[in-house]
């Protein structure tokens, strides 16, 4: 069975730009939260997915945006990076929307904003 | 809404000592209570969780926690530590099936490091 996976590991990129981070969920999962955690703290929900849709959202703004594929693998979109930004990305797995049911995390995408 | 405070951001103990991680959470709704542990450079782990029944869980690597409603508390213990153990432990909440917006929310404290020393 293969565990959560992220790409890229690292990232570099300059205020302004945008990025995109990838996320492929283990096996037979349905559901993908994605979360933030800035250096020294802990990480904070962005958003979830549920079959393909947006069905949970934290406090962030809307420059940060997701999808979630067919094959249930997902991606986050930042766009005007800013550096408060920089941060460890982690996307997490489970195999329901419900809240009893485990999230699995994936190693996480360092992104560097310079 | 849900709120988590770890207490110490920093433990050291020396190793086969016994340690308790403090973390106190607020809420407003029924929450399921989580640990995660993360070593540098990687995801999260879960250690142990309480969904319902027994307030005592046992987790992975010889953890448990305990589950204390009327002080809103859920704080980790190890009779005995071993260097590998050396990581950052987090406490996390989730309301459930609160349903809305906050339906797969994960809310996490700050994290305390664990250090243990030879």
């Known amino acids: 069975e293969t565990g959560v996976t992220q790409s890229p590991t690292h990232l570099i990129k300059t205020r302004g730009q945008q990025v995109t981070l990838r996320c492929s969920s283990q096996?037979?999962?349905?559901?993908v939260s994605w979360y933030q955690q800035a250096l020294g703290q802990g990480p904070q929900f962005i958003f979830q997915y549920y079959r393909e849709e947006e069905n949970g959202r934290g406090n962030f703004p809307p420059r940060f945006s997701g999808l979630q594929f067919p094959n249930y693998s997902s991606e986050l979109n930042v766009n005007a990076l800013e550096l408060d930004d920089s941060a460890l990305y982690l996307c997490?797995?489970?195999?329901?929307?419900?809240?009893?049911?485990?999230?699995?995390f994936g190693p996480g995408t360092r992104l560097t904003v310079l | 809404a849900q709120s988590v405070t770890q207490l110490d951001s920093q433990v050291p103990v020396f190793e086969e000592a016994p340690v308790e991680l403090r973390c106190n959470y607020s809420s407003s709704v029924s929450v399921y209570l989580f640990w995660y542990v993360q070593y540098p450079n990687q995801g999260l782990q879960l250690l142990l969780k309480?969904?319902?029944?027994?307030?005592l869980v046992k987790g992975i690597n010889g953890f448990e926690a305990e589950f204390n409603k009327s002080q809103t508390s859920f704080h980790l213990r190890k009779p005995s530590v071993h260097i590998s153990d050396t990581a950052e432990y987090f406490c996390?909440?989730?309301?459930?099936?609160?349903?809305?917006?906050?339906?797969?929310?994960?809310?996490f404290g700050q994290g305390t490091i664990l250090t243990v020393h030879p």
């Open positions: 096996s037979g999962h349905n559901t």
């Open positions: 309480y969904l319902s029944g027994s307030t």
């Open positions: 997490a797995s489970s195999g329901g929307q419900g809240s009893y049911n485990e999230q699995f």
């Open positions: 996390a909440v989730r309301g459930r099936d609160a349903g809305g917006t906050s339906y797969g929310k994960l809310t």
